[in-house]
């Protein structure tokens, strides 16, 4: 788990995330748009882990996402959807099954369901 260094854009942001996702997968905010200072905290944080980007689909959001990808060209990225207002309002269950898909968490009981027709 410890291979995985995820960004957001605020703490509400990190709250929704941190409902599922391991302490052992750090979770890091740009606080809106970073300047270089916040993107150099960020490039030491990260460190040899694999950088997930997780920002909302608006227009800042991208704007975000695209600064961070310049300084972190190989990150993954996870998306939510333009209806559900921002990753703070995403229901946890369809943000978990990004992550899963990703093989950042394990398939388990997730994938069950899923396969099942379940509601995911």
Known sequence: MDRFFVI??????A??????LPESIPIALTYGTPG????ARLRLMARHR????????DSAGRR??????????DAWDVYTKP??????HTPVEYMEGRFRRLGILPLGQWLDDYS?????
């Open 8 to 13: 957001v854009e605020g703490k509400n942001d």
């Open 15 to 20: 709250k929704r995330l941190r409902r599922f």
């Open 36 to 39: 270089q200072d916040r993107l």
């Open 50 to 57: 694999q950088v997930v980007l997780v920002t909302d689909a």
């Open 64 to 73: 975000i996402r695209r600064l961070l990808h310049e300084v972190f060209p």
């Open 83 to 88: 209806g559900f207002n921002g990753v703070e």
């Open 116 to 120: 099942s027709g379940g509601s995911f």
